[in-house]
C-alpha cells in the first residue's frame, strides 16, 4: 500500500499514472552533445566543429524501488547523465521513456506535469537553495507551482511543509521554517533541498552527490536519511557519485560510466566483487583505504581522463588500459603520445630529435601519424622508426598495420579497431574486447 | 631531537564584520626532519589556518599569538623580506586549486625561471635545466614546457604545482588539501609522487585534509583538529586503531569505505567560532560529556608515548 | 530588500565607503528637501523679472545677489534644485522601469530576442549621451516633462546592460537550475528567482546616472534647449545667461548655480560609489 497521502490537484491523466502503475524509465540510445565556446576566428578555421559527446549513446533500464548509481570521474558524463534524466538538459538523439511515454522531446509545458514525478538534488547545498527565499518558501514553492493553493488554504499548506521538515530531520520546524539558507549549516541546507525535492511526491530521485560537500561525521545521517524515505515512500533514485565506496554501499546495481559511455553495469556486490572492465578494476584499486595496516601498492593506469572533445578511437580507455590488446583502437595520437613519451630520458630525446626531428612535424589524424620528408632520405627514419618501435608497448606495435612513405611524407598506420559491443558477464554487462569472443 | 617546525601556544583570530573569529587556540604541536604529519579536521576546524599561518599568509587584520619556530627561528617576528627568502625555498606550499599559484598569462616554463631567480642566482641556462628537471620528473614532456597552465588538465596542473614548489629543494612542504579536487585515480597517482618526493628529497611533508583514507595511505603522523583545537596526535598507527578522543572515534567511525557495514555519524554540527563552547568544545555533541567538561578546557595529555589527546576522560578509552 | 541595503550602509559606516556613501546621501537628502521646501523657503523672486534691482552682488538681503533679470538667485538657486531633481527622477525613473525588464527577460531568455535587444542598445549606448538628449528634445519640445523623457533614453542602455549581466551570471546558478526541475515558468524564475539579485545593483547604478542625469539637464539647459523661459529654477540656463557677465566682474550669478551643480552631482556621485563599494562584495557573497 503506498503511502502516498495527499495527491495535489493534477490532471487525471498524471494522477493514475503515479497511483497505478509501477514505475519504469527507459534510457535508449542517450545522446547529449555540448557545443564548445570557442572564439569565432577559430570556428572559422578549423575543420571540426567542437562538440563534446558528453554523454555518448549511453542505455540502461531503471526500476521501481532500486537505487542505481551512476560512478564515474571527471568528463565520464554522469551528471550530464543525470540532468538529461528530468529533462534540465535537451538530449541530442536517443529516448527517455517513462512509463511508455516518449518524454526525450516534450515541451517545457507538457513536461511540467511529469515534473512532478522527477526530481533532482544537487551536489553544492550551499547553491542550490535561492538565497532570497526562506526555507518555509523553498519547500512551499513546488506545490504553489503545482497549484496546490487553489485545493488548500494556506495553513494546510504550511502543516504539509512543517510535516516534510520534520521528516528530512530539519527540527526545530517552526524556528527553521523563517530562517534564510544562509542561517543553516551545510547538512540542513541539503536536507531542504531533498524536502523540497520530496514534497511533491515524486517516483524518482536522482541525487547528484548529494553529499560529496558535507563533512564526514554527518554524510551518514543523510544517506541513512535517503534510505529511510525510499522504503517509506517507494522511492527510486538514481545516485550519481565519484566515491566508490557510498556507492557501494547505498547501491543496488551501479553504473561505471568513462568518457560519456557506460563500461560496466549490474548488481552492485558483483561489480565489487569481482570486477569485469579494466577500468573497474582501476577506480577499485585507486580509492585510498582508511587503515594503515592496509598500505598496498598500487598499479595505476597512467595519464588521465583525456579530452571528451576528441575521445580516443575504439575503446575510450585504451590509451592508458593495463590490459589492453592490440585491437582496442590504437590510433595515430597513440604513436605520437609515445613519442613524447620517450623524450622525457634526456639522453634518448637527443637521438630521437636527431632523427626524427622536432615533434611539432609530426602530426596525427586518425588511424595515421605521419610527417613530412623533403629532402630528406627517408630509409634512417624509417629503420629507426622499426628500431623503436621494439621497445614500445607491444600491444600498439601490433597494432601498426604499416610504417612506409607515401607521397612525400613518413607515414605510420594503424589497424581499424574491433567493434566494441555490449556483453553479458556474470550477471552483469561489460563494454570491453576481454569479454567479447 | 629538536623539530623541524614546532608551532608553541598558536592562537589565530580573525577579524570579521560580526566580531573575531577564534579559528585557532592555543595549538602545540612539532614536525620533525623527514616526517610526514598529517591534520585532519573537517570545516572550520582550523587546519587550512595552520598551515597558511606557517608561512604568514594570512588576511590582514589577523591577530596572531604563539610563536612558530623553523630551524631554531620564530616565523612570526620575521619581517617580510625575511619570510619571503625563506617562502619557496626552505618551506613550500601547494593548495588545492592549482590556479592560484599558477598565472594564466606566463608559460609554465618562465614559472619555473621566476620562482628560481627569486631565491637562488643561477644563469639562464642552468635554471632551464633545472625546471627541466622538475618537469620531466613529474612526467611533462619537454614539448609543453612552453604551453600556459590552461593548455594542461587539472592532474598535470597539480603536478606542475607540486614540480614548482619542490624545485628549490625545500626541508618542508605544507600541502593543503592537494588533491580534493582531483579524481580518484588521479589522486593516486598525486600521492604516489609525494611519497617518492619525500623519499628522494628526504623532505617533511605536512599535509592537510579531511580525507582519513589519504592520511591513512602516506601520513607518519597525524594531528586531528576540531573547532580550533587540537584534540588528538599520535602515531597513524594509534590513532587508527586505538583513537582516545571521542571526536576522533566519532569521525573514524563515519568514514564510509569499501567494507563498511552501516553509516555511523556525529550528532549536530561544528560549533560557530564567534563564540564557541566553554570548556571542551566539543562538549555539545559529545556522548560521553559531564558537567566538569564544559567548565575545564581540557589539555593535551600523553596518554601513551607519542599519543596525546586533549580529553578530561582519555582515560576511559584506553 | 530594503534591509539587506541598510544593513551595509549601517554596518560598513565607519569604512572609506561607508563614510562617503553616507556623505553623498547627505547631500542629496539635503538637496531632496531643498526642492520640497522650496515654496516655503523660497517664495518669490525666482520668476517674476525685475522684482529687484539688477545684478547685485551678495548682500544680507540677497546671500546670492541678484541676476541680470533682476531676480534672486538664492531663490533661483533653491527651485533649481526642484527644477533638476524633477528631471532627474523622471529620466533616471523611466529608465529603470523599461531597462531593468528588458534587461531580466533578455538576459534569461537568450536567442535571438537577446542579440537584437543587445544590438538595440549597444547602438544607443554609442551615442554621445548629450547630443542624444539634444535632438531628442528638439523633437519633443519643451518641458520638464519632455526634457525628462529625452534623458531617459540615454540611460535605458546602462540599466538594461547591468540588469542583462547579472541575470547571465545568475541564471547559471544550481539554485535556478532546481527552479526549472520543480517546474518553475520562465516568469517565476525571473521575478522570484533571479530579480532579487539584480536589485541589489540597482541603487549604485542609479545614483551614479542620477548625477549623469543631472550633469545632462544643466547641459541641455545651458545650450538653450529644453526648458521653457517661464521654468522657476534653471541652474543651465542662469549659467548660460551669466555668461556674458563675467567679463563685467559679475561672478554671483556664475559661481552659485555652478556650485548647485557641482554639489548635488558631487553628493549622488558619492552616494552612487559608496554604494557600489559596498555592494559588490554582496553580489560576490550571494554567489558563493
Known amino acids: 500500500m503506498s503511502v502516498r497521502g495527499e495527491i495535489l490537484v493534477s490532471t487525471i491523466s498524471t494522477r493514475t499514472l503515479s497511483q497505478q502503475m509501477d514505475f519504469e524509465f527507459r534510457v535508449d540510445d542517450l545522446n547529449v552533445h555540448f557545443q564548445l565556446k570557442r572564439p569565432f576566428i577559430q570556428n572559422l578555421f578549423s575543420r571540426d566543429r567542437a562538440v563534446v559527446h558528453a554523454v555518448d549513446g549511453v542505455s540502461f533500464t531503471i526500476r521501481q524501488g532500486e537505487i542505481l548509481g551512476l560512478v564515474g570521474e571527471s568528463g565520464s558524463g554522469k551528471t550530464t547523465l543525470g540532468k538529461s534524466l528530468v529533462r534540465l538538459i535537451e538530449p541530442a538523439s536517443g529516448h527517455l521513456v517513462l512509463n511508455g511515454k516518449d518524454i526525450t522531446h516534450l515541451g517545457e509545458s507538457r513536461i511540467r506535469p511529469l515534473r512532478r514525478q522527477m526530481q533532482i538534488i544537487f551536489q553544492d547545498p550551499h547553491a542550490s537553495l535561492n538565497p532570497a527565499m526562506t526555507i518555509g518558501q523553498a519547500i512551499t514553492h513546488p506545490l504553489k507551482i503545482h497549484g496546490i493553493f487553489k485545493v488548500k488554504t494556506a495553513e494546510e499548506v504550511k502543516s504539509m511543509v512543517l510535516k516534510v521538515m520534520r521528516e528530512v530531520g530539519l527540527s526545530p520546524e517552526d524556528q527553521l521554517y523563517s530562517k534564510y539558507p544562509a542561517d543553516l549549516s551545510g547538512g540542513q541546507k541539503q536536507r531542504t533541498a531533498i524536502a523540497r525535492a520530496l514534497i511533491l511526491r515524486p517516483r524518482l530521485i536522482v541525487a547528484d552527490e548529494p553529499v560529496a560537500m558535507l563533512d564526514m561525521s554527518i554524510r551518514a545521517k543523510v544517506l541513512q536519511l535517503m534510505l529511510d524515505l525510499r522504503s517509506k515512500y517507494d522511492l527510486t533514485y538514481v545516485f550519481i557519485t565519484h566515491d566508490l565506496a557510498t556507492a557501494k554501499f547505498l547501491c543496488d546495481r551501479i553504473a561505471i560510466m568513462y568518457l560519456g559511455r557506460i563500461v560496466e553495469i549490474g548488481p552492485s556486490k558483483e561489480i565489487f566483487e569481482d570486477p569485469k572492465h579494466p577500468y573497474t578494476k582501476a577506480l577499485l584499486q585507486a580509492i585510498p583505504i582508511p587503515d594503515p595496516k592496509?598500505?598496498?601498492?598500487?598499479?595505476?593506469?597512467?595519464?588521465?581522463?583525456?579530452?571528451?572533445?576528441?575521445?580516443?578511437?575504439?575503446?575510450?580507455?585504451?590509451?592508458?588500459?593495463?590490459?589492453?590488446?592490440?585491437?582496442?583502437?590504437?590510433?595515430?595520437?597513440?604513436?605520437?603520445?609515445?613519442?613524447?613519451?620517450?623524450?622525457?630520458?634526456?639522453?634518448?630525446?637527443?637521438?630521437?630529435?636527431?632523427?626524427?626531428?622536432?615533434?611539432?612535424?609530426?602530426?596525427?589524424?586518425?588511424?595515421?601519424?605521419?610527417?613530412?620528408?623533403?629532402?630528406?632520405?627517408?630509409?634512417?627514419?624509417?629503420?629507426?622508426?622499426?628500431?623503436?618501435?621494439?621497445?614500445?608497448?607491444?600491444?600498439?606495435?601490433?597494432?601498426?598495420?604499416?610504417?612506409?612513405?607515401?607521397?612525400?611524407?613518413?607515414?605510420?598506420?594503424?589497424?581499424?579497431?574491433?567493434?566494441?559491443?555490449?556483453?553479458?558477464?556474470?550477471?552483469?554487462?561489460?563494454?570491453?574486447?576481454?569479454?567479447?569472443? | 631531537m629538536e623539530p623541524l617546525l614546532k608551532a608553541e601556544n598558536l592562537s589565530v583570530r580573525y577579524r570579521t564584520r560580526r566580531g573575531y573569529i577564534d579559528a585557532l587556540s592555543k595549538i602545540d604541536l612539532d614536525v620533525f626532519n623527514g616526517e610526514t604529519l598529517g591534520i585532519v579536521g573537517e570545516t572550520g576546524c582550523g587546519k587550512s589556518t595552520f598551515g597558511k599561518s606557517i608561512l604568514g599568509v594570512l588576511p590582514p587584520k589577523t591577530q596572531v599569538e604563539g610563536r612558530v619556530l623553523f630551524k631554531g627561528r620564530n616565523l612570526a617576528r620575521l619581517t617580510e623580506p625575511e619570510i619571503r627568502a625563506i617562502r619557496g625555498k626552505e618551506i613550500a606550499l601547494i593548495f588545492q586549486d592549482p590556479m592560484t599559484r599558477l598565472n594564466p598569462l606566463m608559460r609554465v616554463e618562465d614559472h619555473f625561471l621566476e620562482e628560481i631567480s627569486a631565491h637562488d642566482s643561477l644563469s639562464i641556462s642552468e635554471a632551464q635545466k633545472k625546471a627541466a628537471d622538475a618537469l620531466s620528473s613529474m612526467g611533462i614532456p619537454e614539448s609543453r614546457f612552453r604551453n600556459y597552465p590552461h593548455e594542461f588538465s587539472g592532474g598535470m596542473r597539480q603536478r606542475i604545482m607540486i614540480a614548482m614548489a619542490i624545485v628549490l629543494q625545500p626541508s618542508l612542504l605544507i600541502a593543503d588539501e592537494p588533491t580534493t579536487s582531483l579524481d580518484v585515480i588521479t589522486e593516486a597517482q598525486i600521492l604516489q609522487i609525494l611519497e617518492d618526493l619525500k623519499q628522494a628529497h628526504s623532505m617533511s611533508l605536512l599535509l592537510i585534509t579531511h580525507n582519513l583514507g589519504i592520511i591513512a595511505e602516506i601520513c607518519d603522523r597525524v594531528a586531528v583538529f576540531y573547532a580550533g583545537k587540537l584534540v588528538e596526535l599520535g602515531s597513524v598507527d594509534d590513532i587508527f586503531a586505538h583513537p582516545i578522543h571521542p571526536y576522533t572515534q566519532g569521525l573514524l567511525a563515519s568514514v564510509i569505505y569499501?567494507?563498511?557495514?552501516?553509516?555511523?555519524?556525529i550528532e549536530g554540527f561544528p560549533p560557530d567560532l564567534l563564540s564557541p563552547p566553554p570548556g571542551c568544545r566539543f562538549h555539545p555533541r559529545c556522548a560521553y560529556a559531564q558537567q566538569v567538561c564544559k567548565e575545564t578546557v581540557p589539555p593535551l595529555v600523553e596518554f601513551r608515548p607519542g599519543h596525546y589527546a586533549a580529553c578530561l576522560f582519555g582515560e576511559k578509552f584506553l | 530588500m530594503i534591509g539587506r541595503l541598510l544593513h551595509p550602509l549601517i554596518a560598513e559606516r565607519r569604512t572609506l565607503a561607508g563614510i562617503l556613501a553616507w556623505v553623498g546621501l547627505g547631500i542629496t537628502v539635503g538637496f531632496v528637501l531643498i526642492a520640497i521646501l522650496a515654496p516655503i523657503i523660497a517664495p518669490v523672486g525666482q520668476i517674476a523679472a525685475f522684482t529687484y534691482p539688477v545684478n547685485q552682488p551678495p548682500s544680507p538681503q540677497h546671500l546670492m545677489g541678484t541676476d541680470s533679470a533682476g531676480r534672486d538667485v538664492l531663490s533661483r538657486a533653491i527651485w533649481g534644485a526642484r527644477t533638476s531633481l524633477e528631471i532627474m527622477a523622471i529620466?533616471?525613473?523611466?529608465?529603470?522601469?523599461?531597462?531593468?525588464?528588458?534587461?531580466?527577460?533578455?538576459?534569461?531568455?537568450?536567442?535571438?530576442?537577446?542579440?537584437?535587444?543587445v544590438l538595440i542598445m549597444d547602438s544607443v549606448y554609442a551615442f554621445p549621451g548629450l547630443l542624444l538628449a539634444a535632438i531628442i528634445a528638439a523633437f519633443i519640445g519643451k518641458g520638464i516633462f519632455n526634457i525628462g523623457v529625452a534623458i531617459t533614453v540615454i540611460y535605458i542602455p546602462l540599466y538594461f546592460r547591468v540588469t542583462r549581466n547579472q541575470t547571465l551570471s545568475v541564471k547559471e546558478e544550481p539554485y535556478v537550475e532546481a527552479a526549472r526541475s520543480l517546474g518553475a515558468k520562465p516568469s517565476t524564475i525571473m521575478l522570484r528567482y533571479i530579480a532579487h539579485s539584480v536589485v541589489i545593483a540597482i541603487p549604485a547604478i542609479f545614483s551614479l546616472s542620477a548625477a549623469d542625469a543631472i550633469l545632462t539637464a544643466a547641459g541641455l539647459s545651458y545650450l538653450g534647449l529644453g526648458l521653457e523661459i517661464s521654468t522657476p529654477g534653471d541652474w543651465g540656463r542662469d549659467l548660460s545667461d551669466a555668461q556674458s557677465f563675467l567679463g563685467d566682474g559679475i561672478w554671483w550669478t556664475s559661481l552659485f548655480p555652478g556650485l548647485m551643480i557641482i554639489l548635488l552631482t558631487v553628493g549622488l556621485s558619492f552616494l552612487g560609489e559608496g554604494l557600489n563599494d559596498m555592494t559588490n562584495p554582496l553580489l560576490k557573497k550571494e554567489r558563493s
Open chain 3, 91 to 117: 529620466g533616471v525613473i523611466i529608465a529603470l522601469s523599461v531597462g531593468f525588464p528588458i534587461g531580466l527577460v533578455s538576459g534569461y531568455l537568450g536567442g535571438w530576442i537577446d542579440r537584437l535587444m
Open chain 2, 258 to 265: 569499501l567494507d563498511s557495514r552501516e553509516l555511523k555519524s
Open chain 1, 294 to 437: 592496509k598500505r598496498v601498492s598500487r598499479v595505476l593506469p597512467k595519464g588521465e581522463v583525456p579530452d571528451a572533445v576528441n575521445p580516443p578511437a575504439g575503446c575510450r580507455f585504451h590509451p592508458r588500459c593495463l590490459a589492453v590488446l592490440h585491437t582496442c583502437g590504437w590510433e595515430g595520437r597513440d604513436f605520437i603520445d609515445y613519442l613524447e613519451q620517450r623524450r622525457l630520458n634526456p639522453e634518448r630525446a637527443k637521438e630521437d630529435e636527431r632523427i626524427l626531428g622536432p615533434l611539432d612535424l609530426w602530426s596525427a589524424k586518425g588511424s595515421k601519424a605521419k610527417r613530412k620528408v623533403r629532402q630528406q632520405d627517408p630509409g634512417p627514419i624509417l629503420a629507426f622508426l622499426k628500431e623503436i618501435l621494439g621497445e614500445a608497448q607491444q600491444q600498439m606495435a601490433q597494432a601498426i598495420q604499416s610504417v612506409s612513405v607515401k607521397e612525400d611524407h613518413i607515414v605510420v598506420e594503424f589497424q581499424e579497431p574491433e567493434k566494441l559491443v555490449q556483453t553479458q558477464v556474470d550477471a552483469r554487462t561489460v563494454e570491453c574486447l576481454l569479454y567479447q569472443q
